[in-house]
């Protein structure tokens, strides 16, 4: 049989038209020639960024959520700071935190609402994942620093309705839905629900209680009371596909409401047992996309969004809870010590993206684009008569520029970019002016930055290829980080915006025959950071705050093989080392800086992840499938604050982690029906995670999903 190519436009016409343009990834069998073609996962992969890109659509009806299936790839890592519905926090080759922004379809997930994550969105509806690392495509309009998560939908043109629910431990609850209607005149619409619910009543190992008969504080486990997690997400999409005067044009609502409780501060000593936070969101959105707009070879993205988001954070019962569930009464709040609280924050969001590309023959592309995020920050307490009401503004605006190209017959792929980030500040709070430094920036200011980098790929032969890309990149602080959030986050308005220089080096390959194939990938990178912007936690309050430290690079190399055999067996395995270290030799009053080349605190420098899965064909039909996994995640132990501080004997350490995980799915009726049983951290260990804080031992989660099409 003669092997031809199909992938007539490489990786960087794709990332220059929002990874969108795609050809057809199946295979053609006419008359002894059989003609195949790259998936869009593997020509992201095989692009001249640095990232990753992970098939959830093969995965979803044996997984409970996307950010488990994002930790296990290489150079990422998630840490949460409890069960379901904690916040978690994503790092990407050591930049973590707000430094990494997500997308959904290209546009900010922030749209959808502050209370939607990787961990609630509904699994159903993704295709695909990509992640992109230090350096970060202009068509995703951002002012991300480590790198971007956008999140592909499915967008089959074809009916179909894809529904789930699961039951898992510590009162579990996930129900998903996603679908799609074509009438005859064309109109498509696209309902999606998800729904999250767990108490989170796990078990808390070697918590410290008071014994009254030893009349000391012992050690002793005691199960979570006051942690219960609801989500529900739900959006319709309503619009047209195919017509002349557009390739696509959609209109969408949706709504998200998230209620948490708070069973502890950022340190776990400190128990909460009253105080919990609510948030609702409105959001409406219009998306248009048109090859041949006004010129044969324009073609243009455009959207527009407004959302409504509104959180309140009750912290008004002056109680001091231990982990036996009991309290006393005391003269301060729960959370930070303080008054009565009942604050809201609404905080809108309007984000405008017009995106435009131009081909230049076919093998020449140029890519133009804005972006403007505008967020309010209207708040106000209802008990506490000391707060003042303060009503801020941040806003940016990002103008990229991109010029692709291939040549010597795609063999070598190369992107050129540009990009200019404006930001405007518009201070109104002066509330705790010595923490939160309001006094010094009220008012307004605007401030401009340029970046731009470029990405090349070269390809000798076919298994083996190189590629690098160099950024100088600016990220302007977001809401959380200058604002608060309104519970366990103090505000910062003095902060600087970070800026990088990130290099990324790295060589990749396949190799395959009729029952193998064999996927290699090592990458190298750097990043020098000026005012890395860093979360820091006040033990006495049990309270967080973000901060700029000067200076911080960081280096390291991971790599990750593949392997599939007669598309049965699966096996992935990557590894990650990296160092992140304090570069800053001097303090502000010109003595010795004690954090001198320390590594950033808080932060996993040496980790690994494995998975297999198997595939067992027509057991009890012709077309059912069982499908057996298992999955291993090991990280080494690492500091939770600056080495420099205190004796290193007795300085906190978050310890190693091992964790083994396994799951089964059976499908049956060409997929229609799905069956899966997961168990994470299968041999219960006890794990702690971000700001050492305790993670769930071993839980289980039953998946049932009917797909119709």
């Known amino acids: 049989m003669l092997l031809l190519s199909a992938t007539v436009l490489t990786d960087a016409y794709c990332q220059g038209v929002n990874g ?6 199946d295979s053609v069998v006419l008359r002894g020639v059989t003609v195949t073609g790259k998936s869009k996962v593997q020509r992201l992969r095989e692009g001249a960024l640095a990232v990753n890109a992970i098939d959830v659509r093969s995965m979803v009806s044996s997984i409970s959520s996307l950010s488990t299936l994002v930790d296990r790839t290489a150079g990422v890592k998630i840490r949460e700071e409890g069960g379901v519905g904690s916040d978690f926090d994503l790092s990407i080759n050591g930049m973590s935190g707000n430094s990494v922004r997500y997308f959904i379809d290209g546009v900010p997930l922030d749209t959808k609402g502050s209370g939607v994550t990787l ?10 994942v990509e992640i992109y690392k230090g350096v970060v495509p202009t068509w995703l309009s951002s002012d991300a620093l480590g790198g971007a998560v ?7 043109k074809v009916n179909y309705l894809d529904a789930s629910y699961g039951i898992g431990s510590f009162h579990t609850h996930r129900g998903d839905l996603s679908g799609q209607y074509v009438l005859k005149n064309g109109l498509t619409i696209r309902p999606t629900v998800g729904i999250n619910y767990s108490k989170n009543d796990y078990m808390m190992r070697g918590v410290e209680v008071w014994d009254e008969e030893s009349r000391k504080y012992v050690e002793t486990d005691r199960r979570r009371f006051h942690d219960d997690y609801f989500s529900a997400l739900a959006q319709m999409e309503v619009g047209v596909t195919d017509k002349r005067w557009a390739d696509e044009f959609f209109v969408s609502a949706s709504y998200n409401k998230v209620e948490k409780e708070i069973q502890t501060a950022q340190i776990q000593t400190k128990v909460v047992g009253e105080a919990e936070r609510k948030s609702d969101a409105w959001s409406i959105s219009a998306n248009y996309q048109k090859h041949g707009f006004l010129l044969d070879a324009l073609s243009a993205r455009l959207s527009v969004s407004h959302t409504w988001d509104h959180a309140v954070t009750a912290d008004t019962a002056f109680r001091k809870y231990n982990w036996n569930g009991e309290f006393i009464r005391s003269s301060r709040n729960e959370i930070n010590g303080r008054g009565r609280t009942l604050r809201h924050y609404k905080r809108p969001l309007t984000i405008v993206r017009a995106d435009f ?11 133009l684009n804005y972006a403007l995020n505008r967020t309010g920050n209207n708040r106000w307490d209802e008990v506490d008569n000391t707060f003042e009401p303060a009503n801020d503004v941040l806003a940016k605006h990002i ?5 692709n190209q291939l040549l010597f017959g795609e063999r070598i792929s190369n992107t050129f970019f540009i990009k200019d980030y404006i930001n405007h500040l518009s201070i109104e709070q002066t509330d705790i002016p010595t923490v939160t430094g309001s006094r010094e920036v009220m008012g307004s200011n605007t401030s401009n930055n340029l970046g731009g980098g470029v990405a090349v790929r070269y390809q000798p032969i076919e298994p083996f290829a190189v590629k690098a890309s160099y950024e100088h990149s600016v990220r302007l602080p977001l809401a959380r980080e200058l604002l608060g959030n309104g519970t366990t986050v103090y505000a910062n308005v003095t902060l600087k915006p970070e800026k990088s220089d990130n290099i990324n080096l790295g ?19 750097l990043r020098y950071v000026d005012n890395y912007i860093q979360p820091q936690v006040s033990e006495k309050e049990g309270m967080m705050q973000y901060v700029n430290v ?3 690079h960081i280096k390291g190399i991971e790599g990750e093989l593949r392997y599939d055999w007669q598309k049965r067996l699966q096996v992935i395995g990557n590894i990650t080392w990296q160092d992140a270290r304090d570069r800053q030799k001097l303090k502000t009053d010109g003595k010795p800086s004690v954090t001198f080349n320390n590594h950033v605190p808080n932060r996993p420098w040496f980790y690994a992840s494995a998975e297999a899965r198997y595939q067992f064909r027509h057991l009890l039909s012709k077309h059912d499938r069982l499908q057996l996994g298992i999955d291993y995640q090991w990280v080494h132990w690492f500091f939770l604050s600056w080495e420099g501080y205190g004796t290193l004997d007795t300085k906190a350490r978050i310890p190693e982690k091992n964790i083994l995980g396994a799951n089964i799915t059976y499908s049956w009726h060409r997929e229609r029906y799905n069956i899966s049983l997961d168990c994470q951290n299968l041999f ?3 794990v702690y995670d971000n700001y050492k804080l305790q993670k769930p031992g071993r839980s289980w989660f039953l998946k049932f999903r009917l797909l119709l099409q």
Do not use: C, M, W
Not at 399 to 403: C, F, M, P, T, V
Not at 507 to 525: A, P, R, W
């Open 20 to 25: 969108r343009d795609t050809l057809s990834v």
């Open 119 to 128: 961990a609630n969105l509904p699994v159903n509806l993704i295709d695909h």
């Open 150 to 156: 956008n999140i592909v939908t499915n967008r089959k």
């Open 357 to 367: 590309n131009y081909t230049l023959g076919a093998r020449h592309l140029l890519n």
């Open 399 to 403: 103008i990229g520029l991109a010029y």
């Open 507 to 525: 060589f990749f390959g396949t190799l395959k025959d009729k029952d193998h194939t064999f996927s290699y990938e090592v990458n190298g990178f």
């Open 550 to 552: 000067p200076a911080v």
């Open 684 to 686: 219960d260990q006890t």
